[in-house]
């Protein structure tokens, strides 16, 4: 039987199936480092074992190689990593709270440019020094893969996010 490798979704054979907590850690750890993410999000579904997930192991030694090769980070490298990670996190947090209408008629649309001023602003709070621009495209692609019902809409230059549901009511 042949089914699609957990990180690539091609079919192989010889594949393995994710049998131990182990890997299913030293993955979740490999992530963090890497910051995937299309992984992130196939990770968050559940744990490796209840998803019944198949691996090649080429593929696998290939993400710890890689993972490898990205944590000889200074201290202060990684303690900024997770702070950007704890405001990305208080971002789409914000997302939630304010995109529930609470029995409002008002539909929340966001406009990325704003969401990235707002990411920007704490981390300068928060004393996390940025190199450059924030890459707003990561940005999006970061808040949808974590919340799975919201939808990017470009609209001249500006992309607005909206959710789902919202979307029919936002174009009337």
């Known amino acids: 039987m042949t ?11 010889n594949l393995h199936d994710a049998s131990t907590f182990m890997i299913d850690k030293r993955l979740r750890d490999c992530e963090l480092e ?11 579904a559940a744990d490796l074992i209840s998803q019944q997930a198949k691996y090649q192991g080429n593929c696998l030694i290939k993400l ?5 090769r990205q944590s000889q980070k200074t201290k202060k490298e990684i303690q900024e990593s997770v702070i950007r990670g704890i405001v990305l ?12 209408r609470s029995g409002t008629d008002i539909v929340p649309i966001f406009k990325l440019a704003d969401l990235a ?11 996390v020094v940025m190199e450059g621009m924030i890459k707003t495209t990561h940005m999006k692609n970061w808040i949808l893969a974590a919340i799975a ?11 607005r996010i ?10 009337k």
């Open 3 to 13: 089914a699609g490798c957990f990180f690539g979704g091609d079919v192989f054979d």
């Open 34 to 44: 890497i910051q995937d993410t299309i992984l992130l999000a196939k990770l968050s």
């Open 64 to 68: 710890y190689n890689m993972a490898t």
């Open 89 to 100: 996190a208080e971002l789409i947090k914000y997302l939630y709270i304010d995109g529930s």
């Open 117 to 127: 001023n707002l990411y920007s602003k704490r981390l300068e709070v928060l004393e």
């Open 149 to 159: 019902d919201l939808q990017a809409h470009k609209q001249g230059r500006d992309v």
């Open 162 to 171: 909206i959710f789902s549901e919202d979307v029919g009511e936002a174009l």
